[in-house]
Structures are given as C-alpha cells and as structure tokens.
C-alpha cells in the first residue's frame, strides 16, 4: 500500500519513547461532575458506577441512573466516589438529613451495600486534610467477608454542610499497598469554576486578515482534526472559550456561520492571530469535544465517472481553483518528520526511522467537480479556492491530507496524522511535494 494512504505503525514506537521522558509528567484531570476533577495515578481507571464490571456498588446504581457516581479502581482496590451534589442526592434517597459526617457514611454504607456498619467492625477515627479541604476518615473491616475499607469525608462548605465522600475498599491488606496513590487522588481534587453569570452579554466577534492563517478545527488543539480556513475580513461569533493546558486561548465558533455543512459536531479556532472585539474575555467556558476522528463519507461514483449504481452530485469548481491533472506523479518527502503528543515537545524525526519512503509514485484521477483521486480510494476535497484536503482513517489514525497546487502539474503539501496513543493525544507531520511525470 503507497505510504500516502498509510500511518507508520514505527511512529507508535517513537511516541512511546518520548512518553516516558515528557508526557507522563502532564496531569490529566478527569471529571467527576461539572464542578469537581481528579488526576487519576498511573494504573487507575475511572468509570460511571453504574456501568463498572468490577464492583458490587454496580449493582445498586445500574439500577437507580437517576443517582450518578463514579468508580476508581485499580486491581483489587475500588475507591466510590461522590461530589457534594450525588451526595447529597443519594442521602435524600436514603431519607437522610445530617450535618454529621459518620451518620453520613452509615446511611452511604447501608443503601449502597446493604449492610451496616458496626461498632465492633470499626478501627479508627481521624482528622486530616486533603486538596486543602479538612477531612472525617473512618476505617473498618469486615473480617468475615476479607474486606477492609476507609470512608473520607471531605468538607467542601461548614455552612451547609456540603461534603465529597470518597469510600476506598478492597480485600484486607489490599489498602496499604494503595495508601499512596489513594493519598495522591484526595490531594489531586479540583474545583471546576461555573461560568460568570455577571459576564457581559455583549458578543464577541474575531476575524482575520490573513488567508489561510485561522485553521478551524473539531476542537481545540493543534492535535484536533482540521477541517477549513475561516474566510478573510468575515465576522464570526464566539459561542464559547477554552484555555488549554499551555495557557492558550480557544474558541468555539457558531457552525453555522462558518460551515453549517461539516459533519463535526464542534468548530473551533485558535484565537492567536485573530482580531476580536466585544466581550471576548467574558466569554463561557466550554468544555472540549471528546476525540472522535472525522471519517469522510465515501462517494458513490467511482473515479473517471463510472457509476455502481449511486447517484452523482457535482458542483462547479470555486472560482480560480487549480485542479490538478491526471496521470501519474512523483511524490517527495520531506527528509524530516514533525512529531509529538499532548504534554510533550515537537521533535524532528528522519523520516527513514519513521519507515517512510523518501519519494513514491501515485496516480491521480480528477473530477470536473474540482476534487480529484489518489490511488483511486483517497478522496481529495477542495478546502478552498487555494487548497485541498483528504481526511480518511487508516489502522485507527486520522489523516489529513493538506495540498496546495502551484499548478495542474505541481502542487505542495503536508500529511497530518492525529491518534491517541496510551491515552495521549499525539500527531505527525511530514511535509511533501509533488510534480505530474
């Protein structure tokens, strides 16, 4: 298969040594609800409880939805966790009102397990802080049925009271070799701040001067798929605002005003650049798409214009448009490649450790539309009245295909390969250039 229509396996590899050094030192906060994250330790999952296969609360809340909570676990441990909200909402189930933290945990205990605690099955009491929030820790265990388990009830507001109750079990002597990572979890907690209700409700509106310098993409990051240009000296609407880890500022645009046809979801811009004006710091802050590769629905004619069956549309070419001849052509590669993931620095690779051809024959075939083939399965789109995108997936990576043609028998371009890796978001660039033989 011709390396154009493929994603190097080797890149995984790469990736993988570069994690190890960079990546893996970036936290990664996970949601609990819209007002609280964690940073889960390295080996814990983190599942809505009501749909984890390795704890007995399952049972309880695959049966009551309407009562979320989640489950972290890890081996042999599972830690239930609860905001204040699910808290509070699972004590009103149970018909509990208190402003006592141990008569909380019983009433937890007993309608999520069935059973209660006793006297006897306690060890201790204590005092302690976690993510600055002073903490009611209880320990029991249960020795008939193997199981030892501590109850942290973290006091988020005195006045209410509000509190995040987080139950960590598992058979006895599982918990101290967890002691640490449990330890690190608390402390880890954030509060996720709501929009400013005071904010301006004047809009914020950003544009660009520059052609093809405002890339839009399915979310925000230079990992997330791109999919256009915004258009010169034309107004766009700001719907919401996201700061990345880098402390860059993202946008969220109103897709109808830049491509109500995209098949994303979402379509963001990166506000570096652009000209804003209104109430663009007062913005809401949004929350990032969760990554889905964009797959390009296939078309139903076959290239040079024989029909399966389907039915063909055609639109004329934009104005001014290069499309680029038939036949075949040389592809040359850049002698580097650009990699990275989230959390680490963009490093330049030799495309040969990337097992990636210098150069490679292709065939072309092109349609009146202004689109054309490569290798007669990678459709290529006009993007604009400059540009052309592929975007297909190979082997799970998403693929953009970038090209701008000089002419009907030369253009220039770049690959870009958007994955996740072990969790990580990671891309690639190699940029290339191309001439009909």
């Given at each position: 298969m011709k390396s154009f229509l493929r994603f190097p396996a080797v890149l995984l590899f790469v990736i993988a040594l570069l994690l190890p050094l960079t990546a893996q030192d970036a936290p990664q906060i996970v949601a609990l609800d819209s007002q609280f994250g964690i940073v889960l330790p390295e080996g814990w999952t983190l599942t809505p409880a009501g749909e984890s296969d390795t704890v007995e609360a399952e049972l309880f809340f695959a049966a009551h939805p309407e009562l979320p909570a989640s489950i972290a676990a890890n081996g042999d441990v599972t830690l239930l966790l609860l905001t204040p909200v699910q808290a509070a909402a699972l004590l009103e189930f149970a018909g509990e009102s208190t402003d006592n933290p141990l008569m909380a945990i019983t009433a937890v205990h007993e309608t999520v397990y069935g059973t209660i605690i006793g006297g006897r099955a306690i060890n201790a009491f204590a005092k302690e802080s976690f993510a600055g929030f002073d903490t009611f820790v209880m320990k029991y265990t249960f020795p008939d049925i193997d199981r030892a388990g501590e109850f942290y009830v973290l006091t988020v507001d005195e006045q209410v009271p509000e509190w995040l109750i987080v139950h960590a079990y598992g058979p006895t002597g599982s918990l101290e070799p967890a002691a640490a990572d449990i330890s690190a979890l608390l402390n880890s907690l954030v509060t996720i701040e709501p929009p400013d209700e005071s904010a301006s409700a004047e809009p914020c509106i950003v544009s660009t001067a520059v052609a093809r310098s405002a890339t839009v993409r399915v979310g925000p990051g230079e990992h997330r798929t791109?999919?256009?240009?915004?258009?010169?000296?034309?107004?766009?609407?700001?719907?919401?605002?996201?700061?990345?880890?880098?402390?860059?500022?993202?946008?969220?645009?109103?897709k109808a005003?830049?491509?109500?046809?995209?098949?994303?979801?979402?379509?963001?811009?990166?506000?570096?650049?652009l000209t804003a004006v209104g109430g663009c710091d007062t913005v809401g802050?949004?929350?990032?798409?969760?990554?889905?590769?964009?797959?390009?629905?296939?078309?139903?004619?076959?290239?040079?214009?024989?029909?399966?069956?389907?039915?063909?549309t055609t639109t004329d070419p934009a104005e001014g448009l290069i499309i680029p001849a038939s036949g075949t052509w040389l592809f040359v590669y850049n002698a580097t490649a650009l990699v990275?993931?989230?959390?680490?620095?963009?490093?330049?690779?030799?495309?040969?450790?990337?097992?990636w051809p210098p150069s490679e024959i292709v065939t072309i075939d092109s349609s009146p539309d202004g689109s054309f083939y490569v290798e007669s399965s990678s459709h290529v789109r006009p993007l604009n009245d400059t540009a052309y995108l592929g975007d297909y997936n190979v082997d799970g990576s998403n693929i953009q295909a970038y090209l701008f043609p000089q002419s009907s028998t030369r253009v220039s371009g770049e690959l870009r390969v958007n994955f996740v890796w072990n969790g990580w978001n990671c891309s690639g660039t190699i940029r290339l250039s191309g001439s009909l033989q």
């Open positions: 791109a999919l256009t240009f915004l258009k010169v000296d034309q107004n766009y609407t700001v719907e919401g605002r996201l700061v990345d880890d880098g402390g860059a500022v993202w946008y969220r645009l109103i005003e830049v491509d109500p046809g995209s098949s994303a979801a979402e379509l963001w811009t990166a506000a570096e650049g802050e949004a929350v990032a798409p969760p990554l889905r590769p964009i797959i390009q629905a296939r078309p139903t004619t076959a290239p040079g214009g024989s029909n399966s069956g389907g039915t063909t990275s993931c989230q959390g680490t620095n963009t490093i330049e690779m030799p495309i040969s450790e990337l097992d």
